[in-house]
């Protein structure tokens, strides 16, 4: 179940806020339309459900915000926009990999992809989809971890009429399951068709608040209202009939009498009830306003804001009046829970055979569609951990059954904060009240979580994706092609040499791909945001960060061990064994050599993790040799009167026994790496890069 209460966005330049004051409810087994022409604010009502845009009010997701939900993947199904994700990576690779991200067994790709019809395009590119599949794959991506409510913004929006009845029978299978379904549209006859409750914004504000049959009934205008007994029979003669003289018509059954036919006239609807023979009681035609759809009831005056678990335990934000559903208990037409449990509807489809194929036949002339038996089934159940705190403790069984008593909001949700609103508006505070708190609370974007298995999530994100590889093989090509140019000049030292790096470039090839690599490292979160499912913001959290690092240095050090590998190769079957022998001091140069790679790896993580820019990465890994390193060299240049020599013996002096396997030349020799200009240089940028993160992560958590 969905509360959203008072929900208003910030104000924008010498314009009224993009949404104000909307207040509305979606519950649990039911389809609910959030209706809008282009500008009403659909968009930004979602956003700001999603806390993914600042303002104020409150949503409530099965009784909590969902900033308080541990894992808000698991509570929320999200598609928003276009899917996110590479266009290099694979469709079966995206799904595997956000699997990691929400904590889900790496079967469960297969399954969705079963589910949403894409197993034959499983290995194709995400950028190759069509937009059919690409709105399968969003609704894939959004049903991965099982969800109790999914939001959707515009998923028919370019869709064929036959994927869009096929796309609304998946959301009707899942409320019929128990959950909630919200989508956002623009076509009203869509939203008569499809849901059982539309909620409609006209310039960001609530005009209406129906079910179904009510809005179709005062809103959708102009149409033909016929009251016959044989209103079922009388609207398939009516479809047969306009599809035979190709003209486009639609007939909504409103109740078990009455018909509501759109695209024809009396004229038309009255002969083909007299040629065939029905009885009609009522044929008029109704042209009128979209208006507001009724004045809102009266409000409860609280004294106080108050919380959740401190509400009354009855009752809903508006009394109702007489001939007023928009708040309030269910009036009649509406779904009763036993109806829902039984997969009945409040628009009384019909569902005799004849019916429901001609609603596949025909979609422009049928009554609401719910889902087909064709339909693949619904997805299996992930079994919720044992201290999982996203479904409530109250919440026994299966959250998704309809027969669960979980499902009735009234019997162990506690009842969302009655705001103190006043003729629809907000009630400001007296100048004489120096308490804010009849003010709905602000809305906060908070961070995002990190993937629960992180480690799992960045392994398949590098590898999903021929970056990666192909940034590797170019490492190779260069550096092979440069140790012959350099050692055909016969000026450059060996160990350069073998590592490809002459005196005239900043950073040898390694180098610069192991930080392009690492700048790379947070492309998806803020390019192709596979996180979107939970806040949309690039997660600073400690396990991810410490997941890219780790892959990132790994991922270094084995460009660097196969790039002096084909070196030296190269040399030998080029040049014979002479340039290939082993230096004397090969282990402090291999451990140069590993810092090196390491430290322009994290500097391009780091980098491109404050400024959220991969060219931002990049640039602070060349910045190190070309800015930072002539800083530090005029820093530690001149006279000195003192130097470090016999830093060795000082070492094996500073404890009073004799330092194991003489460990005392590697800690010199890491304090004289430290000491040299390119290694204080680097030291000083990944410090002041890893203080940047962690100032950043902070003042996003105290914000």
């Given at each position: 179940?969905?509360?959203?209460?008072?929900?208003?966005?910030?104000?924008?330049?010498?314009?009224?806020?993009?949404?104000?004051?909307?207040?509305?409810?979606?519950?649990?087994?039911?389809?609910?339309?959030?209706?809008?022409?282009?500008?009403?604010?659909?968009?930004?009502?979602?956003?700001?459900?999603?806390?993914?845009?600042?303002?104020?009010?409150?949503?409530?997701?099965?009784?909590?915000?969902?900033?308080?939900?541990?894992?808000?993947?698991?509570?929320?199904?999200?598609?928003?926009?276009?899917?996110?994700?590479?266009?290099?990576?694979?469709?079966?690779?995206?799904?595997?990999?956000?699997?990691?991200?929400?904590?889900?067994?790496?079967?469960?790709?297969?399954?969705?992809?079963?589910?949403?019809?894409?197993?034959?395009?499983?290995?194709?590119?995400?950028?190759?989809?069509?937009?059919?599949?690409?709105?399968?794959?969003?609704?894939?991506?959004?049903?991965?971890?099982?969800?109790?409510?999914?939001?959707?913004?515009?998923?028919?929006?370019?869709?064929?009429?036959?994927?869009?009845?096929?796309?609304?029978?998946?959301?009707?299978?899942?409320?019929?399951?128990?959950?909630?379904?919200?989508?956002?549209?623009?076509?009203?006859?869509?939203?008569?068709?499809?849901?059982?409750?539309?909620?409609?914004?006209?310039?960001?504000?609530?005009?209406?608040?129906?079910?179904?049959?009510?809005?179709?009934?005062?809103?959708?205008?102009?149409?033909?209202?016929?009251?016959?007994?044989?209103?079922?029979?009388?609207?398939?003669?009516?479809?047969?009939?306009?599809?035979?003289?190709?003209?486009?018509?639609?007939?909504?059954?409103?109740?078990?009498?009455?018909?509501?036919?759109?695209?024809?006239?009396?004229?038309?609807?009255?002969?083909?009830?007299?040629?065939?023979?029905?009885?009609?009681?009522?044929?008029?035609?109704?042209?009128?306003?979209?208006?507001?759809?009724?004045?809102?009831?009266?409000?409860?005056?609280?004294?106080?804001?108050?919380?959740?678990?401190?509400?009354?335990?009855?009752?809903?934000?508006?009394?109702?009046?007489?001939?007023?559903?928009?708040?309030?208990?269910?009036?009649?037409?509406?779904?009763?829970?036993?109806?829902?449990?039984?997969?009945?509807?409040?628009?009384?489809?019909?569902?005799?055979?004849?019916?429901?194929?001609?609603?596949?036949?025909?979609?422009?002339?049928?009554?609401?569609?719910?889902?087909?038996?064709?339909?693949?089934?619904?997805?299996?159940?992930?079994?919720?951990?044992?201290?999982?705190?996203?479904?409530?403790?109250?919440?026994?069984?299966?959250?998704?059954?309809?027969?669960?008593?979980?499902?009735?909001?009234?019997?162990?949700?506690?009842?969302?904060?009655?705001?103190?609103?006043?003729?629809?508006?907000?009630a400001l505070p007296s100048p004489h009240d120096d308490s804010a708190s009849r003010l709905p609370p602000p809305i906060t974007v908070h961070p995002g979580r990190s993937p629960l298995r992180p480690l799992r999530y960045e392994l398949r994100r590098l590898t999903g994706v021929g970056v990666g590889y192909f940034t590797l093989a170019a490492v190779l090509a260069a550096s092979t092609l440069l140790c012959v140019v350099l050692a055909r000049a016969g000026h450059t030292p060996q160990p350069r040499l073998l590592a490809a790096w002459p005196q005239e470039l900043p950073l040898p090839p390694a180098a610069l791909g192991a930080g392009l690599l690492g700048a790379l490292a947070f492309g998806d979160e803020f390019r192709h945001p596979a996180l979107a499912v939970d806040r949309g913001t690039v997660p600073r959290r400690v396990g991810l960060l410490v997941a890219k690092l780790l892959v990132a240095a790994a991922t270094a050090l084995l460009s660097g061990a196969l790039?002096?590998?084909?070196?030296?190769?190269?040399?030998?079957?080029?040049?014979?064994?002479?340039?290939?022998?082993?230096?004397?001091?090969?282990?402090?140069?291999?451990?140069?050599?590993?810092?090196?790679?390491?430290?322009?790896?994290?500097?391009?993580?780091?980098?491109?993790?404050?400024?959220?820019?991969?060219?931002?990465?990049?640039?602070?890994?060349?910045?190190?040799?070309?800015?930072?390193?002539?800083?530090?060299?005029?820093?530690?240049?001149?006279?000195?009167?003192?130097?470090?020599?016999?830093?060795?013996?000082?070492?094996?002096?500073?404890?009073?026994?004799?330092?194991?396997?003489?460990?005392?030349?590697?800690?010199?020799?890491?304090?004289?790496?430290?000491?040299?200009?390119?290694?204080?240089?680097?030291?000083?940028?990944?410090?002041?890069?890893?203080?940047?993160?962690?100032?950043?992560?902070?003042?996003?958590?105290?914000?």
């Open positions: 179940m969905i509360q959203a209460i008072g929900l208003t966005s910030n104000p924008r330049e010498e314009l009224p806020p993009a949404v104000d004051d909307v207040s509305f409810e979606a519950r649990a087994g039911r389809v609910t339309a959030l209706l809008g022409a282009e500008g009403a604010g659909k968009t930004t009502t979602l956003r700001l459900m999603l806390e993914l845009q600042q303002g104020r009010g409150i949503t409530y997701f099965r009784g909590r915000p969902l900033h308080r939900i541990a894992h808000p993947s698991r509570e929320v199904g999200v598609l928003l926009g276009d899917v996110p994700g590479h266009p290099a990576r694979t469709v079966r690779g995206h799904l595997r990999m956000l699997c990691a991200a929400v904590g889900v067994p790496v079967q469960r790709a297969d399954d969705v992809l079963e589910v949403v019809g894409l197993v034959s395009l499983r290995n194709e590119r995400l950028g190759t989809l069509s937009r059919g599949m690409d709105r399968r794959l969003g609704l894939g991506c959004a049903l991965l971890a099982d969800p109790h409510t999914l939001v959707l913004d515009a998923p028919t929006e370019g869709l064929s009429v036959r994927e869009g009845a096929w796309l609304h029978g998946i959301l009707r299978a899942h409320a019929r399951q128990g959950g909630t379904v919200l989508f956002a549209t623009g076509d009203p006859k869509e939203a008569a068709r499809t849901a059982d409750r539309v909620v409609t914004l006209e310039a960001g504000r609530l005009v209406a608040d129906q079910d179904a049959a009510d809005f179709a009934r005062t809103r959708l205008r102009p149409r033909v209202a016929v009251l016959s007994p044989y209103a079922a029979r009388l609207g398939t003669l009516l479809t047969k009939e306009a599809r035979a003289s190709r003209r486009s018509i639609e007939v909504v059954i409103e109740g078990g009498n009455r018909l509501s036919v759109y695209g024809s006239n009396c004229a038309d609807v009255g002969e083909v009830a007299y040629r065939h023979g029905i009885l009609v009681h009522q044929l008029a035609d109704e042209v009128g306003d979209a208006g507001r759809a009724g004045p809102p009831g009266p409000w409860r005056q609280p004294d106080a804001w108050t919380p959740p678990d401190a509400a009354p335990a009855s009752g809903f934000l508006q009394e109702p009046t007489q001939g007023d559903t928009t708040r309030g208990e269910p009036a009649q037409g509406d779904a009763t829970p036993d109806e829902l449990a039984q997969g009945e509807t409040p628009h009384g489809e019909a569902e005799t055979a004849e019916e429901a194929a001609l609603g596949e036949t025909q979609p422009l002339s049928t009554p609401p569609v719910t889902a087909s038996p064709s339909l693949s089934p619904p997805l299996p159940l992930v079994p919720s951990n044992e201290g999982d705190d996203t479904v409530p403790p109250s919440s026994g069984g299966d959250p998704h059954s309809a027969t669960n008593p979980s499902a009735d909001p009234s019997a162990t949700l506690p009842v969302p904060p009655v705001l103190p609103v006043l003729s629809g508006s907000l790039t002096v590998g084909a070196d030296a190769a190269v040399l030998h079957l080029v040049y014979g064994e002479e340039l290939t022998k082993v230096p004397a001091d090969w282990l402090s140069l291999s451990a140069s050599w590993a810092a090196l790679l390491t430290g322009c790896a994290w500097a391009g993580v780091l980098a491109a993790g404050v400024f959220r820019s991969t060219t931002a990465g990049l640039a602070a890994v060349l910045g190190v040799p070309i800015v930072v390193v002539p800083l530090v060299q005029k820093a530690v240049e001149g006279p000195a009167v003192r130097s470090a020599a016999g830093l060795s013996g000082r070492l094996r002096d500073l404890v009073l026994m004799q330092w194991p396997f003489g460990a005392e030349r590697y800690v010199a020799g890491g304090v004289r790496m430290i000491v040299q200009p390119v290694g204080g240089a680097l030291a000083l940028s990944l410090t002041a890069l890893l203080c940047a993160y962690v100032l950043t992560a902070m003042r996003s958590r105290v914000r």
